[in-house]
């Protein structure tokens, strides 16, 4: 793409970085820079998209964090890549749009008011509905922007200017209009249903809102008599205190020991109500005693069974969790403490067949991990079953794609046995049921707007409906209410449907499918083109991080600690595509030293570099009007090779982060800039940059600044701060780094003779240092270095590459031949197609050296035997802590390994 960004119509004008013109600071003060590039790029509102539509769109709306949160890793995450998605857009030319906001988080929010109440002793029946959403409001206003402060921390470049509140007003007028339609269409209804109630919460859920865990239980077998006193069945259940509500015992009809049981009943136990037994396929045949307890009430497939079977419900437990008049004698008793009383009770009277150890899913409410009870209750539901195929539709024709494919196979399975989504909450802070009963005539009244009188009846006793909507329920319209919907604005039309939805797996059925099918219903348009489904961030050792456990890291901590740009970059090179994230502060750190020798390598190029030095991309003006642009040019050969590796290093970036593979994009960053860029072209050209010829300086210096420039604008939307603040630093007039153009691959710079070369130049100068090292040869010690080579071509390269090799290896001499023997009292290292030599007589002494080895030898010994000694003793294996009998495994095997590398160097000693 060629679009200039500068098009979009931002004020260019930006201040001066901290450090002078053509300085930086000796060492990066990350927090002062943060603070201040990011204010700079509010007040000239570098976030903000236009409504250009002379460049393409680019929008992402963000999946908004609940108004109570702070921020966590897994915020840090998922905001840090779509930023740096939205940066690189930007730097491409197109008209971004990031749009921002926060949920309501309806029983969260309500939770904490409510707790803010109790600590003055206050409930919220005591002040009423309408008192109470005032205190919401006022505790939204004071406390609920921490979260979007702690993003703009984290250099989120949203368009601050758009953030948008589930609550907001034209929010809730799309809530209500799509409410209404729905319920038009017949896809909204209430009805009596098994429902999941939260005890804690006094709300029901929706199924995905239940998080199942693996539960130590017991398996009950009770006695169930014969009416007729024949005998009796025995039922297995994990929740006997339901049994109070049970209105048939069931059993297979395909089941051969119940045949003489048709017509018949059991005498409910403690109870002594009689109930029939019913014969039904959904019954397991093989589990227990093949008959099962029907609590209609209390279960779903006993709803469902008693649904076939004309069964009544009966209701045996509160909304508390505790058992109400119907329970009889168990009345007023918590449902856990009527569960001990009942098996107590069946016990006494012999109806308690046997206790079995069972393992089962139990499942607990998401917000407070109160374990639900599956109840009857009068709800507003969703059917989703239309909605759901044609959404189901969209991904089998390739219209949303889920990345990474993994998801796809969960995905189908889920939409295909997708049930009705209950949206109604017993809650006061949301969105309102749009429904309201006559009290005269009983009409039910489902309108966008407040109705004054009954449209049957005519009169004006009207009662809206109490609960609230589902707090997704507004989310699933997220990215299309936010830009103006159900008005048919510009913003729809210029950014839907959006280009790309970013989020955690956790939410994929929560949040992603139902904007699925509320925007390909409402808008006739899939919400957006890609979902992009991050891993957990988990601690180093792979486990989930929890404050129980005290393993949590704190991204506000450490950016504290380390600074933003290091804690970004850590994340994006860890985002591999389908793989949990193992988060250690060792890798934040070592990223961190990562932009500090960008930081070192930019105060070495404002060493040279200066006003002058004015680079144009493809065809730069240096100085004296000379141009950079192939090897026709007089480039030398450092030059041609960085230009055509930083042309493949862009291209491969920019792919990467097309295919949103993150890591790929800050490794191949990462490794260009540390080994190629610093390690290498920097030392190769310093002869050029310190000499005596002016024209070789001058191509040096233009060519270096041009490299570091394109080398900030790749890094940028990783690292933005100190990308940032180094390109302010740099010589001539600039404006902000992000709204350059992102460098595109160039082919004028395609150089494969020149990366050849340098790749032999790299290959060689490696072996020598290893020489060096193998035989502890001092920096200062300069030395001879023969090099064997048949190959003529590679050899004519060797020879033109030899200064390069005696600067980056201080060697004084440098001899190239064909073909010869090893020289005694030489070090040799054997590469592909050449070998290297350097003559050591003179230049070590082999008895001293012997001598630290000795030396060396016996201090490993006695550590190695203090070590064996431990790990050989019995007790210290039984009673250390495992962390501490690894940790001396590991020594040991370190010291081995030191062992081997010393005898390494004595048998090369003894070669000499």
């Known amino acids: 793409m060629n679009n200039h960004p500068n098009s979009s119509g931002h004020n260019q004008e930006q201040p001066a970085a901290s450090s002078p013109p053509g300085q930086l600071a000796k060492a990066y003060q990350f927090r002062e820079v943060e603070d201040r590039w990011y204010q700079n790029w509010l007040n000239h509102k570098n976030f903000r998209a236009t409504m ?57 929010t309500q939770n904490v008011v409510e707790r803010q109440l109790a600590a003055g002793g206050i409930s919220r029946s005591e002040i009423g509905r309408e008192k109470f959403i005032e205190k919401v409001w006022q505790w939204k206003e004071q406390s609920g922007g921490q979260i979007i402060n702690q993003l703009k921390r984290l250099g989120c470049s949203c368009d601050w200017d758009r953030e948008c509140f589930t609550l907001d007003q034209g929010l809730s007028q799309a809530v209500r209009a799509v409410f209404v339609r729905l319920y038009k269409e017949g896809l909204i209804y209430r009805g009596d249903y098994i429902i999941n109630w939260c005890p804690r919460c006094h709300t029901a859920l929706a199924d995905i809102e239940v998080e199942h865990e693996q539960t130590a239980g017991s398996l009950y077998h009770i006695r169930y008599p014969l009416a007729d006193g024949s005998g009796h069945l025995v039922v ?13 015992v069931a059993v297979h009809p395909g089941d051969a020991r119940y045949h003489r049981l048709s017509d018949a009943a059991v005498i409910l136990p403690l109870v002594g109500r009689k109930i029939p037994i019913v014969f039904d396929s959904h019954v397991e045949k093989d589990f227990g005693s093949g008959a099962l307890k029907v609590t209609p009430a209390h279960d779903l497939n006993d709803f469902a069974i008693a649904s076939r079977h004309s069964l009544p419900s009966l209701k045996v437990m509160n909304d508390h969790g505790v058992m109400n008049a119907e329970a009889g004698v168990y009345a007023d008793l918590d449902r856990f403490a009527c569960r001990e009383k009942i098996v107590a009770d069946l016990k006494a009277q012999g109806l308690l067949e046997k206790i079995e150890e069972h393992l089962h899913g139990v499942g607990h409410c998401y917000r407070c991990a109160t374990v639900v009870e599956p109840t009857l209750s009068r709800q507003w539901f969703v059917a989703v079953k239309p909605l759901a195929a044609r959404a189901t539709a969209a991904v089998r024709r390739g219209e949303i794609n889920l990345l990474p494919k993994i998801w796809h196979n969960t995905f189908y399975e889920w939409m295909d046995n997708i049930r009705d989504w209950c949206i ?9 049921i749009p429904a309201w009963t006559c009290e005269s005539c009983a009409e039910l009244i489902v309108s966008e707007e407040d109705p004054l009188t009954c449209p049957q009846c005519r009169q004006s006793l009207l009662r809206q409906e109490d609960d609230v909507l589902d707090t997704w329920f507004s989310s699933a319209l997220w990215p299309f209410s936010t830009l103006g919907w159900p008005a048919p604005t510009k913003e729809l039309k210029m950014f839907y449907p959006t280009s790309v939805l970013i989020t955690s797996f956790d939410i994929l059925f929560f949040w992603v499918v139902r904007m699925m099918m509320m925007g390909l219903h409402f808008m006739d348009e899939v919400p957006f083109k890609d979902v992009y489904l991050h891993a957990l961030v988990r601690d180093q050792e792979g486990k989930k991080m929890s404050k129980s456990k005290g393993n949590v890291l704190d991204p506000l901590e450490l950016m504290d600690k380390y600074g933003t740009d290091a804690l970004r970059f850590t994340l994006a090179a860890s985002a591999a595509q389908g793989r949990d994230i193992k988060l250690a502060e060792e890798r934040i750190e070592g990223y ?3 932009i500090n020798k960008l930081w070192n390598a930019a105060r070495f190029t404002l060493m040279h570099v200066s006003e002058n030095d004015v680079v144009i991309k493809n065809d ?23 230009l055509s590796r930083l042309s493949k290093v862009a291209r491969e970036v920019g792919l990467a982060l097309d295919a949103y593979r993150f890591n790929d994009a800050a490794s191949t960053a990462y490794q260009f800039v540390w080994r190629e860029f610093c390690d290498w072209y920097l030392e190769w050209i310093k002869p050029d940059l310190y000499g005596d010829d002016p024209a070789v300086k001058q191509q040096s210096r233009a060519v270096l600044l041009q490299v570091l420039e394109d080398i900030l604008k790749v890094l940028h939307p990783m690292i933005p701060f100190a990308t940032e603040e180094i390109w302010h630093a740099l010589p001539g007039a600039r404006s902000s780094i992000m709204i350059e153009p992102f460098p595109g691959p160039a082919d004028v710079y395609q150089d494969d003779e020149a990366e050849q070369k340098a790749e032999l130049l790299m290959e060689v100068v490696g072996g020598i240092r290893n020489i060096r090292s193998a035989y502890m040869l001092h920096p200062s010690i300069m030395i001879k270095v023969g090099i064997i080579c048949p190959d003529q071509i590679k050899a004519a390269a060797l020879s033109e590459l030899s200064a390069a090799i005696k600067g980056l290896t201080r060697s004084k001499d440098l001899e190239i031949k064909a073909q010869g023997v090893r020289p005694k009292a030489t070090a040799v290292n054997i590469l592909t197609g050449l070998e290297i030599f350097v003559p050591l007589a003179g230049l070590i002494d082999v008895a001293a050296e012997r001598a630290k080895l000795d030396k060396e030898q016996a201090k490993i010994d006695r550590e190695l035997s203090r070590i064996q000694g431990k790990l050989n003793n019995h007790k210290f294996l039984a009673q250390a802590p495992p962390a501490v009998v690894v940790k001396e495994q590991v020594k040991k095997t370190e010291l081995l390994a ?15």
């Open 424 to 432: 109604s909450r017993q809650i006061w802070w949301g969105h309102r």
């Open 620 to 642: 730069v003006a240096i100085g004296n009007g000379a141009a950079i642009k192939t090897e026709s040019a007089g480039l030398s050969l450092p030059h041609r090779w960085i």
């Open 236 to 248: 297995a259940t994990t929740r006997p205190e339901t049994m109070l509500g049970d209105t048939a």
């Open 898 to 912: 030191d062992l081997s590398t010393i005898a390494e160097n004595r048998k090369r000693l003894a070669e000499l």
């Open 52 to 108: 250009d539509q002379s460049r393409p769109s680019f929008a992402i709306v963000i999946p908004p964090p609940n108004v109570t949160g702070v921020l966590h890793v897994g915020h840090a995450l998922n905001n840090t890549l779509q930023d740096i998605l939205v940066r690189y857009r930007r730097m491409q030319g197109y008209n971004v749009l990031w749009l921002p906001g926060t949920d309501h988080a309806g029983i969260a």
């Open 592 to 594: 961190r030293h990562f």
